[in-house]
């Protein structure tokens, strides 16, 4: 898998945004992962799409900047932005 980033989760250790999908070896399929403007991770599998969850990123994502697992918490940060101007 590549680099992703997403702007929906981060991780707790390092505060990386980046992940890469760590899968079974035996897997056969065509994965495709992308980030919606809403900040909703996509995963779409063999023409099948989820918004990615916590407990999904926390089974199968691997952070790249710290090389953590089960390490990720939601994040929003358009909401950060709205609740540091008064909002």
């Known amino acids: ?3 992703r980033e997403s702007a929906m989760f ?8 980046e992940f890469t999908l760590v899968l079974q070896s035996s897997f056969q399929g065509d994965v ?10 996509i995963i779409k599998v063999n023409d099948k799409e989820f918004i990615a969850d916590l407990m999904f990123m926390n089974q199968f994502a691997l ?4 090389d953590a697992i089960h390490c990720w918490e939601y994040y929003y940060p358009q909401n ?4 540091a101007e008064g909002f």
């Not at 992962?33 to 991770?41: A, H, K, R």
């Not at 952070?63 to 710290?66: A, D, R, S, V």
């Not at 950060?80 to 609740?83: F, K, L, R």
């Open 63 to 66: 952070c790249k900047g710290c």
């Open 10 to 17: 981060k991780c707790r250790s390092c505060g990386a945004v």
């Open 32 to 41: 495709q992962i992308y980030t919606q403007d809403s900040g909703d991770v």
């Open 80 to 83: 950060n932005t709205a609740e």
């Open 1 to 3: 898998m590549t680099n």
